[in-house]
T-cell receptor
Framework: SAVISQKPSRDICQRGTSLTIQCQVDSQVTMMFWYRQQPGQSLTLIATANQGSEATYESGFVIDKFPISRPNLTFSTLTVSNMSPEDSSIYLC????????????FGPGTRLTVL | GENVEQHPSTLSVQEGDSAVIKCTYSDSASNYFPWYKQELGKRPQLIIDIRSNVGEKKDQRIAVTLNKTAKHFSLHITETQPEDSAVYFCAASTWTGGYNKLIFGAGTRLAVHP
């Protein structure tokens, strides 16, 4: 499986600020999936990013709040904007091919705490 | 849209017993079903997956069964050990019209007591 890294691994932020999370993969991948895992909860897909096109957002998530960049096939960023305590979660990236049988692995996650 | 239900939410077993976690899905077109194990403070780790062209898959103490007619699949762990204690998530693939994505169940917290 691909080696996936995320930065930062954790952060504590003040409300109203923004944080950009980076995800790096050691091989080229078609799709980058971004998930949120709220404390004690399951994984919720935020959006899916394909290189060269705008990200596709899931219901309940908007681009102004979670802008995503996908400048190339090995890298992506997710920004959490204008943060509130409700944004305190673990954010995980997961590269994939977007086909029905692609195996998906997860990055180590970014643990975000908003005060 | 696709919905995945997972039961039970918590499961407590004695070491050496078997554990079974069940999931149902709604999208009859789903054809890929992975299971992830998440230990405290760590990322979800893929432990086993099954594709719709098979009914059962086994890997040492772990097995997954799939019933496409009933739209449910199950994780079976035999001879449980304390290190099996974790949260387990099932997932099912669903086609969005442009790509496939995974929809996750709510998770099962498994506790294996020595």
């Amino acid at each position: 499986s691909a080696v996936i890294s995320q930065k930062p691994s954790r952060d504590i932020c003040q409300r109203g600020t923004s944080l950009t999370i980076q995800c790096q993969v050691d091989s080229q991948v078609t799709m980058m999936f971004w998930y949120r895992q709220q404390p004690g909860q399951s994984l919720t897909l935020i959006a899916t990013a394909n290189q060269g096109s705008e990200a596709t957002y899931e219901s309940g998530f908007v681009i102004d709040k979670f802008p995503i960049s996908r400048p190339n096939l090995t890298f992506s960023t997710l920004t959490v904007s204008n943060m509130s305590p409700e944004d305190s979660s673990i954010y995980l990236c997961s590269p994939g091919g977007g086909t029905s049988t692609d195996t998906q692995y997860f990055g180590p996650g970014t643990r975000l705490t908003v005060l | 849209g696709e919905n995945v239900e997972q039961h039970p939410s918590t499961l407590s077993v004695q070491e050496g017993d078997s554990a079974v976690i069940k999931c149902t899905y709604s999208d009859s077109a789903s054809n890929y079903f992975p299971w992830y194990k998440q230990e405290l403070g760590k990322r979800p780790q893929l432990i086993i997956d099954i594709r719709s062209n098979v009914g059962e898959k086994k890997d040492q103490r772990i097995a997954v069964t799939l019933n496409k007619t009933a739209k449910h699949f199950s994780l079976h762990i035999t001879e449980t050990q304390p290190e099996d204690s974790a949260v387990y998530f099932c997932a099912a693939s669903t086609w969005t019209g442009g790509y496939n994505k995974l929809i996750f169940g709510a998770g099962t917290r498994l506790a294996v007591h020595p």
